[in-house]
């Protein structure tokens, strides 16, 4: 596990094309996993603020991300290779093991609001009250954000990373064993408001996002991470609730650029969904989302290589 902190992860041998200067200079840059620190709370504290953004949970960023750049049996911080910025963060709380903190109590509260929204059945209210209360139970909060065009390379290690991680944490001590041997995965993502359809659809470049069917999971280029829509297909437990009005800062491309960046124009994180997932089925979700990206990046590959034979 200590390489990680030299070596990047496979995904950033390549160079990367970060950003073009005016004079059309290229800035390569590669990415690496690497053990978080006590020195990248800051950096840590701005991806856990962007990810949990509610009002209610603002008093608690530093305390939760103070957990999360402690603990470096499970988790990640994104940066580039030989630079001190944090520009990504991926990590499982275990929930049971802070119980007792201030953060925990609040993201407790959290859910409870969540769950007590009237279109929320009474048997969805009791399925969480077992996850997070039962003995037979251990259940993880999933933290994971980055900013928002990072290579979709390096998307299937923010999740093999964790669970390669829990496995090489269950193995050093009963303690670690205990408080790692997770049975369910706790996430949040977003969704884009499916009204930016009709915006997007008189953007030529950009193509349109399509409005989730009744009763049927959002589109995937409705949510704000490519890997949202697999964690949902996986979630025995997928509950929406409303997000603070904002719209998120775009690029000349019409990309987003940041989850929590607000701005005058630009699409709207409009809906939050919460998400169960069993551990198990957590674990599927990453070796799906590998073979989805694998397949993403081969197809665009081979759309190159035909452009440039036709060029």
Known sequence: ?????????????????????QDSEIVELEFGLFDP???????????????????????????????????????????????????GVTSLLPLRQHSRTQWCHAFVQFLGQIMRQPSVPESALIDMQRVLTSDATNPALLVCSRFINAPLELTPHYYTSLLEDVAWARG????????????????????????????AASDSHRPAKRAPAPSALPAPDLMLYPEDHVLMS????????????????TGADGVPLDGNTLAETGPRLTT???????????????????????????QAAQAAQAAQAQA
Not at 63 to 73: F, G, K, P, T, W
Not at 173 to 181: M, S
Request: glycine residues 4%; negative net charge.
């Open 1 to 21: 596990r200590n390489s990680r902190e030299s070596e990047p992860s496979d995904a950033s041998n390549a160079p990367i094309d970060l950003l073009e200067a």
């Open 37 to 87: 620190t006590p020195e990248d709370f800051w950096g840590i504290k701005t991806q856990v603020a962007q990810q949990f953004n509610d009002p209610s949970l603002h008093a608690h960023t530093s305390d939760l991300s103070d957990a999360v750049a402690n603990q470096v049996e499970v988790g990640a911080v994104l940066k580039g290779e030989g630079q001190p910025d944090v520009l």
């Open 172 to 199: 050093l001590d009963a303690d670690a064993a205990a408080a790692f041997a997770f049975t369910h995965v706790v996430a949040f993502v977003k969704q884009f408001s499916a009204i930016e359809a009709e915006l």
């Open 234 to 249: 996986h979630a025995a437990l997928r509950v929406p609730f409303p997000l603070p009005q904002a719209r998120v800062a």
């Open 272 to 298: 939050g969904w919460l998400l169960v997932l069993t551990f198990e089925e957590f674990a599927k979700a990453a070796v799906e989302l590998q073979a989805e990206v694998a397949q993403v990046l081969l």
